[in-house]
Antibody, heavy 114, light 109 residues
Framework: EVQVVESGGGLVQPGGSLRLSCAGSGFTFSDHYMDWVRQAPGKGLEWVGRIRNKADSYTIEYAASVKGRFTISRDDSKNSLYLQINSLKTEDTAVYYC?????WGQGTLVTVSS | QAVVTQEPSLTVSPGGTVTLTCGSS?????????SYWFQQKPGQAPRALIYDTGNKSPWTPARFSASLLGGKAALTLSGAQPEDEAEYYCLLSYSATRVFGGGTKLTVL
């Protein structure tokens, strides 16, 4: 069974940093592109970014709204995907989802507040 | 950045048929946009119904179908059920980014 499980969310002060993780199981993690998507409270879905697989040179793409503050990485040896978020802003408050194609995790909540 | 447009809300009668659409500010939506459709119910994570324009996820009920229609991606629900009441989002891929539509709130009433 394909599963992706996010972790690492929590309450952070503005200007702080956070690293989210996503553990994949039930599939060959290294074969797949992986995405991060977020959803602010009561709002729609926002694509954050994507990291391709080794075959496609681990190319990374970001939404314009997060470029420069967000860094996506992966460790295929650990079947894991990461999202490093720096200089957190209140508007980054959202549930962050890890996505593999049609498979979504349950999300991890990031709250940015003083 | 491209803007992806969906109807803000639609209503369908139980057993009825409704089509949700997904347009792109850059022009016609094509198979090259690899459109996805997601369903989200309150308090739940989104669930992918359709990928790559018209392919169904393993859990997608047969009453859902998708295609390209009039320059847009389209999701058709035939024989609506009360449990289909939800928010529906489309996702389009561009050369270096992906963009969600604003979502369509579908009411079954």
């Amino acid at each position: 069974e394909v599963q992706v499980v996010e972790s690492g969310g929590g309450l952070v002060q503005p200007g702080g940093s956070l690293r989210l993780s996503c553990a994949g199981s039930g599939f060959t993690f290294s074969d797949h592109y992986m995405d991060w998507v977020r959803q602010a409270p009561g709002k729609g879905l926002e694509w954050v970014g994507r990291i391709r697989n080794k075959a496609d040179s681990y190319t990374i793409e970001y939404a314009a709204s997060v470029k420069g503050r967000f860094t996506i990485s992966r460790d295929d040896s650990k079947n894991s995907l990461y999202l490093q978020i720096n200089s957190l802003k209140t508007e980054d408050t959202a549930v962050y989802y890890c996505v593999r194609d049609i498979y979504w995790g349950q999300g991890t909540l990031v709250t940015v507040s003083s | 950045q491209a803007v992806v447009t969906q109807e803000p809300s639609l209503t369908v009668s139980p057993g009825g048929t409704v089509t949700l659409t997904c347009g792109s500010s850059t022009g016609a939506v094509t198979s090259g946009h690899y459109s996805y459709w997601f369903q989200q119910k309150p308090g739940q994570a989104p669930r992918a119904l359709i990928y790559d324009t018209g392919n169904k996820s393993p859990w997608t009920p047969a009453r859902f179908s998708a295609s390209l229609l009039g320059g847009k991606a389209a999701l058709t629900l035939s024989g609506a059920q009360p449990e289909d009441e939800a928010e529906y989002y489309c996702l389009l891929s561009y050369s270096a980014t992906r963009v969600f539509g604003g979502g369509t709130k579908l009411t079954v009433l």
